[in-house]
Nanobody, 121 residues
Framework: QVQLVESGGGLVQAGASLRLSCAAS????????MAWFRQTPEKEREFVAA??????RTYYAEAVKGRFTISRDKNTLSLQMNSLKPEDTAVYYC????????????????WGQGTQVTVSS
């Protein structure tokens, strides 16, 4: 069992930066691929970024490539978000799975409660 708790969300203006964190506890976190997803009331949960369990491979959605950076250290997963846009507004979820990172949220075994990110224009 893995417990995930996200933090770092907030209300910012377009162009600002935020850093999201996901604290993991429980089973061996370091053996799990991790990812960030986001969701709005109008859309299904969508892939944002993923990182392999060693951390040597990262993957990004086209919409965030070059602006967001995913990283992991010990029991923490992070998402550095720069040059935020109003369309980045969503609830952001941290998710974990055994095996390789993938972009489908249904293939992840664990997820947190989410943290709200709101970007005003």
């Amino acid at each position: 069992q893995v417990q995930l708790v996200e933090s770092g969300g907030g209300l910012v203006q377009a162009g600002a930066s935020l850093r999201l964190s996901c604290a993991a506890s429980g089973r061996t976190f370091s053996t799990y691929a991790m990812a960030w997803f986001r969701q709005t009331p109008e859309k299904e949960r969508e892939f944002v970024a993923a990182i392999s369990w060693i951390g040597e491979r990262t993957y990004y959605a086209e919409a965030v490539k070059g602006r967001f950076t995913i990283s992991r250290d010990k029991n923490t997963l992070s998402l550095q978000m720069n040059s935020l846009k109003p369309e980045d507004t969503a609830v952001y979820y941290c998710e974990a799975r055994g095996g390789e990172p993938v972009s489908s949220p249904v293939l992840y075994e664990y997820w947190g409660q989410g943290t709200q990110v709101t970007v005003s224009s």
